[in-house]
């Protein structure tokens, strides 16, 4: 067998933590863009960069405050001490949170941009039909900004996968924990195992690919019904 049980769990763990990871961010990020895409705040502009950051911020810089914060001896790990828990650190729960902090621009921006090119006058018609807030958002925003919600879920999806510098410091490698395709590749070519490197890398190559196509496919064919 090319791959070994160790290489499916950590599929298995990559799978799981991009899942979550995206499911988490489409429902905090969808409110998040939507106020961010309506809002006429004056330092919106602060927000948007905090929400952006992640996109220039070194990876190994996030997770090494990410580690100091969640750690035994940092705030969020000394409540979760206090309360009988065990500090997020080295564990799965603390992929999740760096991976949700670390996706968090590549699902709210164009979740942002989607409900901008929606406009107001489709929301101005509906409200005219006594359509509540509430209702205009589910019934109008949302299925409008449909390719705005495929190329989230893609994006978060693909890049939480592809992460390494981030798990690796507030995650380590542990087998069957936290130890993800990124770092067991990286073992792999370490170890010269390059058979094993190959077939991984490949698979993602060949996956990510393909979701990339499915956005492109998607979003053309919401345009040419539009249209």
């Known amino acids: ?26 429902l905090l990020g969808t409110p ?24 220039v911020l ?18 969020i790990g000394w409540i979760f001490q206090l ?7 080295f564990t799965f729960t603390g992929l999740v949170i760096g991976s949700v902090l670390y996706s968090l621009p590549f699902v709210v ?10 406009g107001n006058r489709s929301l101005e018609v509906a409200a005219t039909l006594r359509a509540s807030p509430v209702d205009r958002f589910f019934t109008v925003a949302i299925p409008l900004a449909r390719p705005g ?4 879920a893609v994006l978060g999806f693909a890049h939480t996968v592809g992460e ?8 380590g490698n542990i087998p069957g924990n936290t130890q ?23 698979g993602l190559l060949l996956l990510s690919f393909s979701m990339m196509l499915t956005v492109y496919a998607l979003n053309r064919r919401f345009m040419v019904v539009q249209l």
């Open 1 to 26: 067998m090319i791959l070994s049980k160790s290489d499916f769990m950590a599929l298995a763990i990559t799978f799981k933590l991009a899942g979550m990871t995206t499911l988490i961010l489409l």
């Open 32 to 55: 998040l863009a939507w106020w961010l895409s309506r809002t006429r705040w004056r330092f919106k502009f602060l927000l948007e960069a905090v929400v952006a950051l992640p996109l």
């Open 58 to 75: 070194p990876p190994t810089v996030l997770g090494f405050y990410l580690l100091v914060t969640l750690g035994p001896h940092g705030p």
């Open 83 to 89: 309360f009988g828990g065990q500090p997020p650190a």
């Open 109 to 118: 921006q164009p979740l942002q941009n989607a409900f901008t090119a929606v």
């Open 149 to 152: 919600f495929i190329t989230a």
């Open 164 to 171: 390494f510098g981030v798990v690796l410091m507030i995650g």
């Open 180 to 202: 993800v395709l990124s770092i067991t590749i990286y073992d792999h070519v370490e170890m010269l195992e390059y058979s094993h490197a190959h077939w991984l890398s490949g």
